[in-house]
């Protein structure tokens, strides 16, 4: 009776141990107000375009370009949201983010009219989108579909809608590269959009 009572405990000694050295799960900390310098940074590095087919708007595009002062107050947010570092984070937002650390990359979000058209990381995507930098034309080398909660992409981008989908996109360039301002080109049969930010931070 005893050994059986002495098992029991070691069992659960053992349970809480391990529980212990799990890692720990981001919570989303709910109503957490966007910072003035977050707010100041994301205004800066956000651009935003929409394409109409007359009177009907086919497209409407968000794009968040990761400079350096970008990823820092994304960083600082994270820590607010869910109060732990987001290199501990395990979602495909946090690991894309870590992995593209000085490359050109940005979070794009996009909702059109025909949602069967709205996943760009496809090959056959009636949309293009390209990294317009100086006179070169680069395209991406990755682009993700990212199954991030929407509570998450609204605490980063409290803009957003409810049908936006959110993509991880890349291109085979380094981050210091944008320093001179760039534009993100996107192209269709529907029409064309140009989007720009400025070397200073802004839509340009």
Request: with cysteine; proline share 5%.
């Amino acid at each position: 009776m005893f050994c059986g009572a002495k098992n029991v405990g070691l069992i659960g000694l053992w349970l809480l141990l391990l529980c212990a050295a799990c890692p720990k799960s981001p919570t989303l900390r709910t109503n957490v107000e966007l910072s003035p310098e977050y707010r100041r940074t994301l205004v800066a590095w956000t651009t935003r375009g929409s394409l109409y087919n007359q009177v009907d708007r086919r497209l409407e595009i968000y794009a968040l370009l990761f400079t350096p002062p970008m990823r820092q107050e994304f960083s600082r947010r994270y820590l607010e949201l869910f109060g732990l570092e987001i290199s501990t984070g395990r979602g495909e937002l946090e690991a894309n983010f870590l992995a593209a650390e000085g490359k050109a990359a940005a979070l794009v979000l996009v909702e059109c009219d025909d949602y069967r058209q709205c996943d760009i990381s496809v090959k056959d995507s009636v949309w293009k989108l390209l990294l317009k930098t100086g006179a070169e034309r680069i395209l991406p080398a990755k682009i993700h579909r990212l199954h991030t909660p929407r509570p998450t992409l609204q605490g980063f981008l409290p803009f957003i809608g409810n049908f936006h989908q959110a993509f991880w996109v890349e291109w085979p360039l380094r981050a210091e590269f944008l320093s001179g301002g760039c534009s993100l080109m996107v192209s269709s049969p529907y029409g064309r959009l140009e989007l720009g930010w400025s070397a200073a931070g802004g839509e340009s």
